[in-house]
């Protein structure tokens, strides 16, 4: 196992955390895929979005893998009118991860960071360690403590 940054960060703040591998599949980067890989239940697993709002600029939400966000809510939530996913070819040089690694912990920024509220029916939640094929396990309060990030509704239902 890799110690990756996401991890010396959560050490270092004493957060207690899990990790779990998997095998990456470069035609199937998906978190549902990543879910099966794992053998968890699909809703306890987050994909992390980076987006971009027409006043607020960049934010970050964490969703279920097999969710799909609601922009309108989303902007509602921001302050926006319009919200948009950021182009894969941003993203590194936005966070610092690539697709399939992105992590909520530990961006090149601190954005503004929301968590889907089905986190909060789980005792921990499955996130990126910010590396393919890494995971974090961590309990969805202590991580929106340590990103400073929210819990609302954004997915759409």
């Not at 040089?93 to 503004?112: D, E, L, N, W």
């Not at 309060?141 to 400073?148: D, E, G, P, S, T």
Request: aromatic fraction near 8%; proline fraction near 3%.
């Amino acid at each position: 196992m890799i110690k990756t940054n996401v991890m010396r960060m959560l050490d270092k703040a004493g957060i207690a955390y899990d990790t779990k591998e998997y095998t990456v599949d470069e035609q199937d980067l998906s978190g549902s895929h990543a879910a099966d890989m794992l053998g968890v239940d699909h809703g306890s697993v987050f994909k992390t979005l980076v987006l971009k709002g027409d006043k607020t600029g960049y934010f970050v939400c964490c969703i279920p893998v097999d969710a799909e966000l609601d922009l309108k809510k989303t902007a509602k939530l921001t302050g926006d009118k319009k919200v948009e996913m950021i182009s894969v070819k941003d993203l590194q040089s936005v966070t610092g991860y690539i697709r399939g690694g992105c992590s909520p912990v530990g961006m090149k920024k601190q954005f503004p960071t929301w968590i889907d509220a089905s986190a909060e029916n789980y005792p921990d939640i499955v996130v990126s360690a910010g590396i393919r094929g890494q995971q974090i396990v961590i309990a969805p309060q202590k991580l929106a403590a340590f990103i400073r990030g929210n819990f609302a509704s954004l997915t759409l239902n």
